[in-house]
Nanobody, 121 residues
Framework: QVQLVESGGGLVQPGGSLRLSCVAS????????MGWYRQAPGKQRELVADITTGGTTSYADSVKGRFTISRDNGKNTVYLQMNSLNAEDTAVYYC???????????????WGQGTQVTVSS
């Protein structure tokens, strides 16, 4: 089964840090862009950060300077280091893979199941 599996979410106090990971299944051979999106209750899903195979990154303005995205192309894994977290970062975080080559062929878009991040004292 072609899939993305996230981990690393949880409850953290304001000012704290978390590191999210997303691993692609072994039948995924390459992914052009890997990214993290988030969706807070009552809000639309938004892009947090993404990174290309070549390492080009982009970030939402709200997380610049606090979050860092990175990836291991050999393992088709993407990470999101989140520092200085605040209540506005509370959301379900989703991993996304854009332009995927897999055993199922070419896939334009693939999503993980999501991991909850809650920032609260």
């Amino acid at each position: 089964q072609v899939q993305l599996v996230e981990s690393g979410g949880g409850l953290v106090q304001p000012g704290g840090s978390l590191r999210l990971s997303c691993v692609a299944s072994e039948n995924i051979f390459s992914i052009y862009i890997m990214g993290w999106y988030r969706q807070a209750p009552g809000k639309q899903r938004e892009l947090v950060a993404d990174i290309t195979t070549g390492g080009t990154t982009s970030y939402a303005d709200s997380v610049k300077g606090r979050f860092t995205i990175s990836r291991d192309n050999g393992k088709n894994t993407v990470y999101l280091q989140m520092n200085s977290l605040n209540a506005e970062d509370t959301a379900v975080y989703y991993c996304n893979a854009d332009r995927v080559l897999s055993s199922d062929g070419y896939l334009k878009d693939l999503w993980g199941q999501g991991t909850q991040v809650t920032v609260s004292s």
